[in-house]
T-cell receptor, first 110, second 117 residues
């Protein structure tokens, strides 16, 4: 079952912050976050394993609340390069297939 | 870092013909590769899981006789769209994980944009 992402889209000014949420109805082993630019393949950002991990990638960080089966991606002090569509991918067991959410389109304006 | 190469990047074919897409892991072995399809402004939908040396596992609603998958080696998986029709036009992306890394991310190929006329 596909995880649910929110919001569907967000428009930011450069330097502003945003949060993207990903929730699942099933118990998760891990959550992956990817960013996709138009016409390109998704690029890996980070993976969070159960255990309440928080990860960071430059000024992009994420958390995973395994009790709520939710993960959040935090865009801090956004840059123009952060524009793109962000997808969370959820995994039910180690090495299992990845099911992606509907995506969140992020546009960062100058 | 791990690299996945996908070829061709773009293909235009006539309705009724078949198209083969190749996916190679260049610097790691991949016992499992995943094939996704993405329509414009939509999510990545898993079509099938390709297992080296065995039959692929297809997701519900994906016709296995139409989308033939072959994973003959640890570095190559192919997807053949048989008797393509305009509704098969889409962005097809393969991905793979290194066999040695349990919690490794998926590495994606650059995708193949298929247009069926």
């Amino acid at each position: 079952q596909q995880p649910v992402q929110s919001p569907q889209a967000v428009i930011l000014r450069e330097g502003e912050d945003a949060v993207i949420n990903c929730s699942s109805s099933k118990a998760l082993y891990s959550v992956h976050w990817y960013r996709q630019k138009h016409g390109e393949a998704p690029v890996f950002l980070m993976i969070l394993l159960k255990g309440g991990e928080q990860k960071g990638h430059d000024k992009i960080s994420a958390s995973f609340n395994e009790k709520k089966q939710q993960s959040s991606l935090y865009l801090t002090a956004s840059q123009l390069s952060y524009s793109g569509t962000y997808f969370c991918g959820t995994e039910l067991a180690a090495g299992n297939k990845l099911t992606f959410g509907g995506g969140t389109r992020v546009l960062v304006k100058p | 870092g791990a690299v996945v190469s996908q070829h061709p990047s773009r293909v235009i074919c006539k309705s009724g013909t078949s198209v083969k897409i190749e996916c190679r892991s260049l610097d790691f072995q991949a016992t499992t590769m995943f094939w996704y399809r993405q329509f414009p402004k939509q999510s990545l939908m898993l079509m099938a899981t390709s297992n080296e040396g065995s039959k692929a596992t297809y997701e519900q609603g994906v016709e296995k006789d139409k989308f033939l998958i072959n994973h003959a080696s640890l570095t190559l998986s192919t997807l053949t769209v048989t008797s393509a029709h305009p509704e098969d036009s889409s962005f097809y992306i393969c991905s793979a994980r290194g066999t040695a890394f349990k919690n490794s991310p998926l590495h994606f190929g650059n995708g193949t944009r298929l247009t069926v006329t």
